[in-house]
């Protein structure tokens, strides 16, 4: 629940604006943007994710390095698994 | 130094390091406590104590949801499980939480469904999928999940979902720190603020405890360097304040912390939740207007106003020393339970309840590092 996961935008819906899909270490999961909204990342930009909420907009070599960081604290395992375990949207994913 | 090698940019480590120790006065002690678990996990992860000279102490925060949640909350939710249309969807971090008697997974041994989630929008998913189940979201976190509970509660309301509600556990950070500073034994000389918390509050809501208590905060990251970086800044700090300077917020991580926070979440956070007069933190006891509860306007989806709720009241048994370890009176080798009765395994007080608790860190590193070291000369010797 606290693991703060960087995740990079690969899509973004025209019809419900607050959702993105996103991929982290090739797991693409949709998240949703709405605590974003004012300043909405676009399609390659990275976010920072919390419980499948995007918090925060980041540079790819925050979150390149995010990504170690978590690698090194031994929760990179447990930050996939949060990815995998959102919910697949198939509507919109597909 | 002995383990900079393993760390990215071992020189500019050695450097800060080594600036620490030219700042630091030999002759006072000084105790820093970090508010975040997050910073907890990681001082021990990395062994970040070993590099620090004997006189600064790091003392272990609140900012653990799961250690501080009262044990009588986990035992409303399962309750709400004895309604057979009630599925009660938990984050994995719940799930091996103690209750009185039962924790959430023992009870779903038991044939209750209870669900592991990693969303709450999931849970507002799942409520769509299951038209004829209730499913109840227990939410839980400081402000950094309270806005995505937030925008959820919204987004069901938009969608006129009926069958979801939430079960509020959400804390904020400052009427803690505000506690522990209260506290007549007190010990703290300065702060290291938390870091996702303040993503979305930003630097200004701490402002008063380097104006009105005088203590310097520093908002800091999770990387080694980010924290030795910011015990630095606060002995400059510190030794500031003797030549006369005010004490100040500080924003080490600024490359994700911005001054103001994320307004959206806040005003997210501010359009469905309002403060509760007091609620009770485990091993603090009551705090005033430090827990956020629904709303009137959202009162449809609130698991409280919805369903009848006891309201349990578990005492942690009195020899846990929690509030003390949580003040930095006390160390947490120096309770009388720790590693006796409390073990991660079998957590008697809160702080031994989440790998972020302060006991259950100092168990896993310092406490097991004593056990083996005996055996050969490697302190890293942990299983």
């Known amino acids: 629940m606290c693991l703060a996961i960087p995740a990079k935008v690969v899509q973004l819906f025209a019809i419900e604006e607050s959702r993105a899909l996103v991929e982290v270490a090739g797991v693409r999961r949709q998240v949703d943007l709405g605590l974003l909204t004012d300043d909405l990342p676009s399609v390659g930009e990275w976010v920072l994710v919390h419980v499948g909420f995007a918090m925060s907009k980041m540079s790819e070599e925050q979150a390149l390095d995010q990504l170690r960081l978590l690698r090194s604290l031994g929760e990179e395992e447990a930050a996939v698994a949060e990815v995998e375990g959102y919910a697949v949207d198939e509507a919109a994913t597909g | ?383």
């Open chain 2, 1 to 383: 130094m002995k383990f900079v090698d393993e760390f990215r940019e071992p020189e500019i480590i050695s450097r800060v390091v080594a600036e620490i120790r030219r700042l630091a006065d030999p002759k006072r002690h000084y105790r820093f406590m970090e508010v975040c678990g997050g910073h907890t996990h990681a001082i021990y992860r990395f062994g970040l104590t070993d590099l620090l000279p004997e006189n600064i102490e790091l003392v272990h925060g609140t900012g653990c949801p799961v250690c501080v949640l009262p044990m009588g909350r986990i035992d409303d939710a399962l309750e709400l499980t004895s309604d057979p249309k009630v599925v009660f969807a938990a984050f994995g971090d719940m799930m091996r939480v103690p209750g009185a008697a039962w924790s959430p997974l023992a009870w779903k041994a038991r044939g209750a469904d209870i669900r592991i989630i990693y969303s709450p929008a999931d849970a507002l998913k799942m409520a769509e999928k299951n038209p004829d189940r209730h499913i109840v979201f227990f939410a839980i976190g400081f402000e950094t999940t309270a806005p995505s509970t937030a925008l959820t509660l919204v987004r069901a309301r938009e969608k006129g979902i009926q069958n979801f509600s939430v079960f509020s556990n959400h804390v904020t950070i400052l009427p803690a720190i505000r506690a522990i500073l209260d506290s007549p034994d007190m010990r703290i000389d300065a702060f290291l603020g938390p870091g996702h918390v303040s993503t979305v509050i930003g630097c200004k809501p701490y402002e008063w405890i380097a104006q009105r208590e005088k203590k310097p905060i520093v908002v800091t990251g999770f990387e080694p360097l980010d924290i030795l970086q910011s015990i630095a800044m606060l002995l400059r700090q510190l030794q500031g304040q003797l030549q006369g300077e005010d004490a100040k917020v500080e924003n080490q991580y600024t490359r994700v912390v911005p001054w103001d926070g994320n307004r959206a979440a806040l005003r997210a956070i501010a359009q469905v939740f309002e403060l509760r007069p007091y609620f009770e933190w485990r091993g603090m006891g009551f705090i005033s207007q430090s827990a956020l509860r629904i709303e009137e306007e959202f009162a449809a989806w609130d698991t409280e106003r919805r369903f009848a709720i006891r309201g349990v009241r578990v005492t942690d048994p009195k020899a846990a020393q929690c509030g003390e370890v949580l003040k930095g009176v006390l160390n947490p080798a120096q309770c009388k339970l720790f590693a006796n009765e409390c073990t991660p395994e079998q957590p008697v007080g809160a702080l031994m309840v989440s790998s972020e608790g302060s006991c259950a860190g100092y168990y896993n590193y310092e406490h097991r590092k004593t056990l083996y070291s005996d055996c050969c000369s490697s302190v890293r010797c942990v299983p």
